[in-house]
């Protein structure tokens, strides 16, 4: 454990997040956010969680929406980001002086909501309400969403400064939990078996860590999201880990041990989903482009049916820049044939 970093900002900044999440996407969060052996329990501690922030404007929407890959604005630029350049660089000081960069903030949120543009495509909608208007009006999001966005795009500094004291407020209730609850932290870092559970990691979730060499990992722990295991690469590795991470590390070695195989009945009943299968097997690595270009599904749909393939594990990602590639996890495979084999044996 000696050689193991143990950071507090990047957990609380990621809870801090949660927090504005889980109040747009409640439904979304209580269902991927859950542990399968404690979900009732989960349940009720999320909403208990969300009913102690005080109300948020619908201002601040357009931020905290969670788009079919399960990413947010702010958690991909304000957290992602921030831990991909530098640990040191994610705290909440730094985002506050960062999300005062309008012009900056307008061009990332049209990267982040319309991706497949062009650079140019990207300058016209920054320069034109117009040509903003023409992406909301043609895309696939929900009336919601659309209207969250004209709403940011004809006003996007009020909208900040609104999202601006939003986190202020915000972060001065989740410090105070924090001050009462710490003492839970410190003796999650005490207990803390940084070889035991990083080789679990490794082996369970096909994250690339070396667990050999601690030196190379950071450890921040979050109070909110309690079943959080996040993965951050960085100049270091930076494990995000929730209060109750341990309760979700023995579900994932749980599930390698024995795939839920209802779960993979659920993927495997509709034909897309097969579709997909085969083109991952012919072609061993795709992105979105080319499921698109291939199969002819709409990218909304496409994230909707790889994320059901990887919350049961049958497929896992690695980044080329910031491309996301979607493979095989042979060993769940081999997992499904092992437990598969059981009801031909005597």
């Given at each position: 454990?000696?050689n193991?970093r143990f950071l507090?900002d990047?957990?609380?900044l990621y809870?801090?997040?949660?927090l ?13 956010c859950?542990?399968?052996n404690?979900k009732d ?8 969680l969300?009913s102690e922030?005080d109300?948020?404007s ?6 905290f929406?969670l ?6 604005f702010m958690?991909l630029?304000?957290?992602?980001d ?18 005062k960069d309008?012009n900056?903030?307008v061009?990332?949120?049209v990267r982040?909501y319309f991706?497949a543009?062009?650079d ?8 034109s309400?117009?040509n903003?208007?023409h992406?909301?009006c043609r ?15 004809l006003q ?8 601006y004291y939003s986190?202020l407020?915000a972060k001065?209730?989740l410090?105070?939990?924090y ?10 870092i005490q207990?803390?078996d940084?070889k035991?559970?990083i080789e ?7 994250w690339?860590i070396d667990?050999?060499d ?5 450890i ?9 295991l996040k ?7 930076l494990?995000v880990?929730g209060a109750a991470?341990?309760?979700?590390i ?10 839920a195989?209802?779960l ?8 897309n989903?097969?579709d997909?299968l085969d083109?991952?097997?012919?072609k061993?690595?795709?992105?979105i482009?080319?499921?698109e ?6 990218g909304?749909?496409a ?5 059901m393939?990887l ?6 990602t ?9 493979s095989?996890n ?7 044939a092992?437990a598969?084999?059981?009801?031909i044996?005597?």
């Amino acid at each position: 454990m000696a050689n193991v970093r143990f950071l507090k900002d990047p957990g609380f900044l990621y809870d801090l997040f949660f927090l504005f999440v889980l109040r747009f996407n409640k439904e979304d969060c209580l269902k991927n956010c859950v542990s399968r052996n404690n979900k009732d329990a989960d349940v009720e501690y999320y909403n208990k969680l969300d009913s102690e922030l005080d109300e948020i404007s619908d201002k601040l929407l357009p931020f905290f929406y969670l788009k079919e890959d399960h990413k947010c604005f702010m958690t991909l630029y304000y957290f992602d980001d921030l831990v991909s350049s530098s640990l040191e660089t994610c705290e909440f000081s730094v985002v506050l002086e960062a999300i005062k960069d309008y012009n900056l903030i307008v061009d990332q949120m049209v990267r982040f909501y319309f991706p497949a543009l062009s650079d140019g495509q990207v300058e016209a909608c920054k320069n034109s309400f117009v040509n903003v208007s023409h992406e909301i009006c043609r895309s696939d999001y929900s009336a919601e969403v659309k209207n969250g966005l004209y709403s940011f795009f004809l006003q996007p500094e009020q909208h900040l400064q609104q999202l601006y004291y939003s986190l202020l407020e915000a972060k001065q209730l989740l410090a105070k939990k924090y001050e009462k609850e710490y003492e839970a932290v410190l003796d999650l870092i005490q207990h803390f078996d940084a070889k035991r559970v990083i080789e679990v990691l490794a082996t369970t979730s096909n994250w690339a860590i070396d667990y050999s060499d601690l030196d190379g990992v950071a450890i921040s722990f979050c109070l909110c999201v309690r079943n959080c295991l996040k993965l951050c690469t960085a100049d270091v590795s930076l494990l995000v880990l929730g209060a109750a991470y341990e309760a979700r590390i023995a579900e994932l070695q749980s599930q390698m041990q024995r795939p839920a195989l209802d779960l993979l009945g659920t993927v495997l009943s509709e034909q897309n989903r097969i579709d997909l299968l085969d083109l991952i097997y012919k072609k061993g690595e795709v992105t979105i482009h080319d499921i698109e270009e291939e199969l002819g599904i709409a990218g909304t749909n496409a994230y909707y049916h790889l994320s059901m393939m990887l919350r049961i594990g049958m497929v896992k990602t690695r980044n080329r820049g910031r491309t996301l590639l979607y493979s095989f996890n042979e060993e769940y495979f081999i997992s499904v044939a092992d437990a598969l084999l059981h009801y031909i044996k005597k």
